[in-house]
């Protein structure tokens, strides 16, 4: 998994955190993020093997915490577009059932909520 500076992440640890320092875990602590918790990436540091260790804005003096234990928060913008196309497709449903009753009575009907 891939993290940037500056990027949200989301808390999956329930529990106590274990600091590092050089790269080894520390005692536990009760001040880091809990589980649900979003915190903003201040730094990123790889460790001994595949251990990478995140800094964060909102924990600045504590230290490191174990990237494994975070989740990005995907920023997708707001769209209505979907809903917009529904209604497109519900009038467009619509005016094609009009019609058709139009042509087998012979004469013009209006959409009643117009």
């Given at each position: 998994?891939?993290f940037?500076?500056?990027?949200?992440?989301?808390?999956?640890?329930?529990?106590?955190?274990?600091?590092?320092?050089?790269?080894?875990?520390?005692?536990?602590?009760?001040?880091?993020?809990?589980?649900?918790?979003?915190?903003?990436?201040?730094?990123?540091?790889?460790?001994?093997?595949?251990?990478?260790?995140?800094?964060?804005?909102?924990?600045?003096?504590?230290?490191?915490?174990?990237?494994?234990?975070?989740?990005?928060?995907?920023?997708?913008?707001?769209?209505?577009?979907?809903?917009?196309?529904?209604?497109?497709?519900?009038?467009?449903?619509?005016?094609?059932?009009?019609?058709?009753?139009?042509?087998?009575r012979?004469?013009?009907?209006?959409?009643?909520?117009?």
């Amino acid at each position: 998994m891939s993290f940037r500076v500056g990027q949200k992440v989301c808390c999956i640890k329930d529990g106590k955190w274990k600091l590092c320092s050089d790269g080894m875990p520390g005692p536990p602590i009760v001040d880091g993020p809990q589980k649900g918790d979003i915190v903003t990436i201040e730094r990123i540091e790889d460790s001994y093997g595949d251990i990478v260790w995140l800094f964060f804005a909102e924990h600045k003096n504590i230290g490191a915490f174990d990237a494994r234990f975070f989740r990005p928060i995907v920023d997708r913008p707001t769209s209505i577009a979907i809903f917009n196309k529904m209604l497109l497709n519900d009038e467009q449903r619509n005016r094609s059932e009009l019609e058709r009753l139009n042509e087998e009575r012979g004469a013009p009907m209006e959409l009643p909520f117009q």
